[in-house]
């Protein structure tokens, strides 16, 4: 089926090999770290007064961690509802309105969660 | 999907439903259950996030909702999930490398990743409430 070019290269019917394969392993070890740290950040801070939580938040080593969790996190779950819809939805338009509102959907909570750190930082 | 004749008459391979269900199996639905649950659990660090960003008002608000019951029943489920899903992940990331796959193992990695998720979530609550003074 496939040309000797096209077996040597190994990019399969997609074009883009294991790269989406790799983006989502890569992100997992990612968000690894970045979860635990999310979860104590949270349990630690528990009862914390406004000012409290926005000062700590706004610690550039903390903002860091989780503008870095935010985007590989809306990666990750890109990728993951992505591969559910192509598995259970099978009509094609509804398939394609599916991704296009799961795209949007990560996509959304990428930017306001960016959005929501980057002005706490800030701190306007 | 076609709708060619040709495609129509090929056999399908059986579903779901034709197998008697097994621990591994419902581990891999477990799996993307989880992952599902995260990305809306998102939502709610995302509503967090962006009403501390706002200011006072608006995080008092917030705040309110996340101590009522069914706030922290929608946290408790997020804070399982999210558990659950990053032991799984783990256990896939630990296959990746050719390892863990014989039938012991997938056994004791389902059997691990559901007792370690949720005495894991219970230890976190605990610590929670504790370091908020309940006990």
């Given at each position: 089926m496939a040309t000797p070019l096209a077996r040597a290269r190994g990019l399969g019917s997609a074009h883009k090999g294991t790269e989406t394969f790799l983006r989502q392993r890569v992100t997992a070890v990612a968000n690894i770290p970045l979860v635990i740290f999310l979860v104590l950040a949270i349990v630690t801070h528990l009862g914390a007064s406004y000012d409290e939580m926005r000062s700590f938040l706004a610690k550039p080593v903390v903002a860091i961690a989780l503008l870095a969790l935010i985007i590989s996190a809306a990666i990750h779950m890109r990728i993951g509802l992505k591969e559910i819809i192509e598995d259970y939805v099978h009509g094609e338009s509804a398939r394609v309105a599916a991704i296009l509102l799961v795209t949007f959907y990560a996509v959304g909570i990428g930017l306001a969660c960016t959005l929501a750190i980057v002005k706490i930082s800030l701190g306007s | 999907m076609g709708h060619g004749k040709l495609e129509a008459e090929r056999p399908l391979s059986p579903h779901l439903q034709i197998y008697r269900p097994m621990l591994t199996m419902m581990m891999s639905i477990a799996h993307r259950i989880s992952g599902v649950a995260n990305a809306v659990g998102f939502l709610l660090l995302a509503w967090w996030l962006v009403a501390i960003a706002s200011g006072p008002e608006t995080y008092a608000t917030v705040s309110r909702f996340f101590a009522s019951i069914p706030g922290r029943a929608l946290l408790f489920l997020f804070s399982w999930a999210l558990i659950h899903h990053m032991l799984g992940g783990i256990r896939h990331l630990i296959w990746d490398?050719?390892?863990?796959?014989d039938k012991t193992s997938i056994e004791v990695f389902a059997w691990a990743t559901i007792i370690g998720s949720i005495l894991l979530t219970v230890l976190l609550w605990v610590a929670g409430f504790w370091l908020m003074g309940a006990f």
């Open positions: - | 490398t050719g390892y863990g796959l």
